[in-house]
């Protein structure tokens, strides 16, 4: 970006030295508004009233929009331009992306059992103002609306891959937090693109919950399901056969892994994964098969010998 000056006169240096704020926003009106001159003049190709054959665009005046920030409102200058160019948005659109993350942080920590009298400490040191408890409460149920309207969506085309699994986490109830299971599915389109598909929140992970679940995205249209790849919840195997009976199930192989690992000496943990992803990575069954019976063989025969050290 063009090289960017902010001149500072001695009545901004003693303003900036005091405990006014004013010199404060005067200063940061005065980076701000050069940020955006230096990335128009980058765009045009030029400087103002600069000739140049590599310019690409004409200047247009300014526009002033106002911002608001923790130390007040500012009146920002914004360089306008003709032609292909524009100032770029992504400059003008950063104070409304802090907004939205802190609201969703707002909200995970709700979500989570902060408590609201926390949510507004949290608030007071990172903004300068307390979000009531009001507030927090119509976010969240303006989450919950969205939420629900992004989970009852119909489902189009045929994801011949599902991938299923439940989570436990600690969520807000009758003004208690508990912890409820959280099951979740992802569906694999035949081009490879995933897709979280559908969540459903239960007090636990049983095979109703999990048929209940199944037969909620097949009333919202999901078909052509061939793979089913979950851990090896007995509940879940089974729901999944009743509800996809042409379907295949397969085991996790995260899951698999760390079941796998876990009779394994924790310094020998990296050799055997490494040998794990080895018949993970084969291109086919049959160089899967033979690469299996070498990792088999390879420690049933070296057993005695790694007991040893």
């Given at each position: ?36 001159e ?16 590599d ?7 300014y ?16 360089p ?70 992004w ?71 999901l ?87």
């Open positions: 970006m063009t090289g960017i000056k902010i001149p500072l006169d001695e009545s901004l240096v003693q303003s900036l030295l005091s405990s006014e704020t004013e010199g404060i926003q005067k200063l940061l009106k005065q980076v701000l508004e050069a940020i955006l230096a990335r128009a003049t980058d765009i045009a190709g030029a400087g103002r009233y600069e000739r140049s054959e310019r690409k665009c004409q200047r247009n005046g526009r002033e929009k106002w911002v608001t920030f923790r130390i007040g409102r500012l009146k920002i200058r914004i306008q331009l003709r032609g292909d160019g524009d100032i770029d948005r992504e400059s003008l659109n950063m104070l409304p992306r802090i907004e939205r993350a802190l609201v969703l942080t707002v909200l995970e920590m709700s979500v989570n059992g902060v408590s609201t009298r926390k949510v507004r400490h949290i608030t007071e040191e990172l903004c300068g103002w307390g979000m009531s408890k009001s507030t927090v409460s119509r976010l969240c149920k303006d989450l919950d609306e969205i939420v629900q309207a989970n009852s969506r119909a489902l189009s085309g045929e994801y011949p891959f599902l991938i299923v699994d439940a989570l436990y986490v600690r969520v807000r109830c009758a003004r208690q937090v508990i912890k409820k299971a959280v099951h979740i599915a992802i569906g694999v389109r035949g081009d490879g693109k995933r897709e979280i598909i559908g969540v459903c929140v239960s007090p636990r992970e049983s095979q109703e919950t999990w048929k209940d679940f199944f037969n909620s995205l097949i009333d919202r249209g078909k052509g399901v061939r793979f089913i790849t979950s851990d090896q919840h007995q509940g879940l195997v089974n729901a999944a056969d009743e509800c996809f009976p042409e379907s295949s199930w397969h085991r996790c192989q995260t899951h698999f892994s760390r079941n796998l690992l876990s009779h394994v000496p924790e310094q020998y943990h990296d050799d055997v994964l490494e040998d794990i992803h080895s018949i993970y990575n084969c291109k086919s069954q049959k160089s899967a098969m033979k690469k299996s019976k070498e990792v088999i063989l390879k420690y049933g025969s070296c057993r005695e010998v790694y007991i040893a050290k």
